[in-house]
């Protein structure tokens, strides 16, 4: 059974740095892919990091330049590094895995949630 471990959420002013973790465990065989996922009171769960087990990266405008998704390959943990914070960046934070475990089908996994407030 695999499981996904969030966590570094907090409280920041504007203008500073958060990291966020999400460390995987389980039977796992090989982890594809990767991303963070946040979700505003009343908004729709948005995109803000992927990352392919080939390097590949990924993020949308509004985090491009100030969000850097990374993995640590011994820890079984990936990243997302947070810089230049802006109250809009408020919201709860879900890390998401795409994941082929050793004994089920492969599948996304997801972490529970971790809350980012920015303060203006």
């Known amino acids: 059974q695999v499981q996904l471990v969030e966590s570094g959420g907090g409280l920041v002013q504007a203008g500073g740095s958060l990291r966020l973790s999400c460390a995987a465990s389980g039977s796992i065989f090989r982890i594809n892919a990767m991303g963070w996922y946040r979700q505003a009171p009343g908004k729709q769960r948005e995109l803000v990091a992927s990352l392919t087990s080939g390097g590949l990266t990924n993020y949308p405008d509004s985090v491009k330049g100030r969000f850097t998704i990374s993995r640590d390959n011994a820890k079984n943990t990936f990243y997302l590094q947070m810089n230049s914070l802006r109250p809009e960046d408020t919201a709860v934070y879900y890390c998401?895995?795409?994941?082929?475990?050793?004994?089920?089908?492969?599948?996304?996994?997801w972490g529970q949630g971790t809350q980012v407030t920015v303060s203006s």
């Open positions: 998401n895995a795409q994941v082929i475990p050793w004994f089920v089908s492969p599948g996304d996994y």
